[in-house]
């Protein structure tokens, strides 16, 4: 064994000891095919150094100014919900921010936006405070406070139409979502002007996304896969509604309409790309669905977006700028 070992070149014993040493660290960042993948780690490589450092900073010029941080107060029994700020066409970017507001409102419970990139004790958003309590993931927050404030819009179904509410929300929210997440942050190259978010926070959520979806399995799979799956669901969700106004009746709407809605509203409203042109043209029921919640909950939809709030450059600026383009 040692005299076969002896007649192979060194030059070839270095390369197999390297290529173990590169697969056990994570081989597919540097192969040809994953070369936006590896762009994509660079960028969250790059955002998290520059956030991190920045965030240090701050805390030594916290440190050395001698101050006490402000104890911020809140309001009595007025739930507080931590989420992203306001996206350019729908209140927020994130399906699940969305979902819990327009629940609040459906619910008619008090509640008192805080907008920020502020992360939960476990990395998540949304979440909720309601008299110094802290109630993470909106499924969990939503639970929480129908118990709270004794609401549930579940209250009219039946145990086999609660057994299909359950499904249909593992379909939207365990199905749907991924082609919906990794087509905006990882296949359409969000811009900054689109979601509102500061560049180097699309750059770190945009890996981490697609890591999530990697390890979740749904990133394994190509591109027109994912667009596939993402137009089964939508078909389905069509299907499901039918003619009715609602997923179960014409009357009101349940727990798992409000998350059809957040998440649909998303592709149509924010994405631009195959499930747009899907949804658009080919689900009409859900079209419909979409329109009907906003009508009952966003009056105010315009006053929450940014696209209504957003500046026009002055000519003066525009003439200046186009002196530097040249």
């Not at 008299?131 to 929480?144: G, L, R």
């Amino acid at each position: 064994m040692n005299s076969v070992r002896n007649n192979i070149p060194r030059s070839a014993i270095n390369i197999l000891s390297a290529s173990k040493t590169l697969g056990k660290f994570d081989s597919f960042y540097i192969s040809k095919q994953n070369q936006s993948r590896a762009t994509g780690f660079l960028k969250y490589v790059v955002a998290n150094t520059v956030l991190n450092s920045f965030k240090a900073y701050c805390n030594f010029k916290k440190n050395l100014d001698g101050k006490k941080p402000v104890q911020q107060v809140f309001p009595k029994d007025t739930v507080i919900l931590y989420q992203f700020p306001r996206a350019r066409y729908t209140p927020s970017l994130s399906p699940f921010c969305l979902k819990l507001e327009t629940w609040c409102r459906a619910a008619n419970v008090k509640y008192q936006n805080k907008l920020g990139l502020e992360l939960s004790k476990r990395g998540t958003v949304p979440f909720i405070r309601l008299n110094d309590y802290v109630v993470e993931d909106s499924e969990k927050c939503i639970e929480y406070l129908s118990k709270v404030y004794q609401v549930d819009l579940n209250s009219g179904l039946n145990e086999e139409q609660k057994a299909v509410a359950r499904a249909t929300l593992a379909l939207v929210e365990d199905s749907l979502k991924w082609s919906v997440i990794l087509h905006r942050f990882w296949y359409s190259n969000m811009k900054k002007q689109e979601s509102g978010l500061p560049l180097l926070t699309i750059w770190l959520f945009s890996y981490k996304m697609f890591r999530a979806g990697w390890f979740s399995g749904y990133g394994r799979y190509s591109k027109q896969e994912i667009y596939e799956r993402g137009k089964r669901d939508l078909n389905a969700l069509d299907n499901l509604i039918g003619n009715k106004k609602f997923l179960f009746s014409d009357e009101k709407p349940c727990n798992v309409d409000i998350s059809i809605f957040s998440m649909c509203a998303q592709i149509k409203y924010n994405d631009r790309g195959p499930l747009n042109q899907h949804l658009l043209n080919e689900c009409h029921n859900v079209n419909r669905h979409i329109e009907t919640i906003k009508s009952m909950y966003w009056s105010d939809w315009d006053q929450n977006i940014m696209a209504t709030r957003i500046p026009k450059k002055k000519p003066l600026v525009q003439k200046v700028l186009s002196l530097f383009r040249k």
